[in-house]
């Protein structure tokens, strides 16, 4: 058993919601969503990554109800643990969440969605893979576009 849902248990805490570090985009309201998701326990929510075969958010209530198991085809592991434990998987997908970040490419190619003042923006920034911009996406401030050698996403996100 992984020890931060061991320790919330012992403190009585009735949900955990693990997220990977590598997911430069999520929003407040994406977290929300994953909890609106919950049922009553014992219950589990999982976004799954991009390709289909990590984890990107696993919520269970209770936080021990079986380890966590992240790495290679962990989504397709917690929905085994899930249906060994006798609990109906709710599965979310969420294009913000999905989106990890694994090769300095991939930064790249996210470069128009991060928002001013995010580490991950200002990490890329003081590196030169971004350049500072001006360009505001649905009323919210776009701070960086790729630079010239890297390619932007087709469209304007967060």
Not at 86 to 100: M, P, T
Not at 107 to 120: E, H, K, N, P
Not at 131 to 140: E, H, M, N, P, Y
């Amino acid at each position: 058993m992984d020890a931060a849902s061991s320790y919330c248990a012992h403190w009585r805490v009735n949900s955990l919601l693990r997220l990977p570090i590598d997911i430069p985009v999520v929003e407040a309201e994406d977290i929300e969503a994953i909890f609106d998701k919950m049922d009553s326990a014992p219950a589990v929510v999982i976004v799954p990554s991009r390709d289909g075969t990590g984890t990107n958010a696993l919520l269970r209530n209770p936080p021990n109800l079986f380890p966590s198991h992240f790495g290679p085809n962990s989504f397709a592991l917690h929905l085994a643990e899930a249906e060994r434990c006798g609990v109906r998987a709710r599965v979310l997908r969420n294009a913000r969440i999905e989106l990890d970040i694994d090769e300095l490419d991939e930064v790249r190619s996210v470069a128009g969605l991060l928002r001013r003042g995010s580490a991950t923006a200002k990490w890329a920034e003081d590196r030169g893979i971004l350049r500072q911009s001006t360009a505001i996406a649905d009323g919210k401030d776009k701070v960086f576009a790729a630079s010239a050698s890297a390619k932007a996403p087709e469209s304007a996100g967060r």
